[in-house]
């Protein structure tokens, strides 16, 4: 019952989030574009993925002849890019992109988090000399709190794979335009200066757009943002406008630090019947050395009777069942199993698990969906945990984090 009670307190503070808003655009990035290249443990940056290049900080005026200058030399087209950009100058940021095109890169938007910097501050000088010293840095990404905004998203939109984390933020506006004049101009010199400037900003901007590939929507949304106020881009409007077209978008395993640690992952995933996204979140907490509890929250389908179950499978091995009566608040259930060690061990050596739902809809049918759920970062995660568990009889109780970013934009 105390579980049920926690779960309960979890979906409230859910329930009560706002969309998601563009993070302060300024604080915190080095004051030009820097690249560099990373590696972390094992399946960082994906299944098999361990290595990637990381892009940060503002677009400066010179940004695209020191980019071109460093992918020349970088003959593995394959390593994935991750960016993390307030924006900057969107001339610079038109030509990265076209760079990024040619390259057919692969772009994902998060934090690199050097190792060496330790405490300091990643966007501090020190932190930026040890980046730009040459070499590979150890590292870590984090999605959370990620931003490709402004004028970065036209470098994002360079590249022929793009992937947008559920809780990462790629946030668009109008370009603010300025003119430097010489000599004393009219009024009217000035107003029709400005005039054709900006009309040739916005074409250039539509052809841009156009020729990676992308929605002219994206455009035209643009175009109604003001440039004080930037829109963040929702799950639907990624996918509908063609910049990040998977059905399922899902984070990595991370470790959450809480007064009680857990592993958390988030995903979004698109409804059959339009193109809308729904939200689902997994928490993993240590019981003890030998087990293991799965909380599932998820978004559940406002048409159903009510009766609903589901399963996660490892492989061929036993499922994770759930318990028969999930809590349930708003438009959110969570549901929890326990996982014992042998079944952990599976868990952990598979590159997916498989999430089962059944709905028993109105009319009487029973609507099945199986979801693919990566588990990258599980277990490196897991591992870090696992210090922090009791042994066996001392069981703690589960409690849920009051700090909860949920749900993102969809």
């Known amino acids: 019952m105390m579980f049920r009670v926690f779960l309960l307190v979890a979906l409230l503070l859910i329930h009560a989030q706002l969309r998601a808003k563009p993070p302060a655009e300024e604080a915190g990035f080095a004051p030009n574009l820097v690249i560099y290249l990373a590696k972390g443990p094992a399946n960082s940056c994906g299944t098999g993925c361990d290595h990637w290049i990381a892009v940060e900080g503002k677009v400066d005026r010179d940004a695209a002849s020191r980019i071109r200058r460093f992918l020349q030399n970088m003959k593995d087209t394959r390593r994935p890019i991750y960016f993390h950009s307030p924006g900057g100058a969107v001339e610079q940021a038109f030509v990265i992109g076209r760079l990024l095109r040619n390259r057919k890169a692969i772009a994902r938007i998060g934090r690199t988090i050097v190792a060496a910097c330790g405490a300091t501050p990643q966007a501090d000088n020190a932190c930026l000399k040890i980046k730009t010293a040459g070499g590979e840095v150890e590292a870590e990404i984090a999605t959370s709190h990620a931003m490709c905004n402004s004028a970065c998203g036209y470098l994002f939109l360079g590249a022929t794979t793009r992937e947008v984390a559920p809780d990462a933020v790629m946030a668009v506006h109008s ?236």
């Not at 020729?211 to 509908?240: C, K, Q, W």
């Open 175 to 410: 370009s603010k335009f300025t003119m430097v004049f010489h000599g004393h101009p009219s009024e009217a010199e000035i107003a029709a200066f400005t005039r054709g400037g900006i009309a040739r900003a916005d074409r250039e901007r539509a052809a841009f757009i156009a020729a990676m590939g992308i929605s002219h929507e994206l455009n035209d949304l643009i175009a109604t943002v003001r440039f004080e106020n930037p829109h963040v881009l929702t799950r639907s409007e990624l996918y509908r406008f063609g910049i990040d077209t998977r059905t399922v978008a899902e984070t990595a395993w991370t470790l959450q630090p809480a007064p009680r640690p857990y592993i958390r992952k988030l995903a979004l995933a698109k409804r059959h019947d339009d193109a809308s996204f729904r939200a689902m979140e997994w928490r993993l907490f240590c019981e003890n050395k030998d087990r293991a509890r799965l909380t599932f929250i998820r978004e559940f389908d406002k048409g159903a009777a009510g009766l609903n179950a589901v399963i996660m499978m490892a492989g061929s091995e036993k499922p994770v069942s759930f318990e028969a009566f999930p809590a349930r608040i708003g438009p959110f259930e969570a549901w929890s199993g326990t996982i014992a060690s042998a079944a952990m061990t599976t868990l952990l050596a598979v590159p997916h698990v498989q999430v089962a739902e059944a709905t028993l809809l109105p009319d009487g049918k029973t609507n099945q969906e199986i979801l693919d759920i990566d588990t990258s970062g599980l277990e490196s995660a897991w591992s870090r945990l696992l210090a922090s568990c009791a042994a066996p009889n001392s069981v703690k109780p589960v409690i849920a984090s009051p700090i909860i970013a949920w749900p993102p934009a969809r």
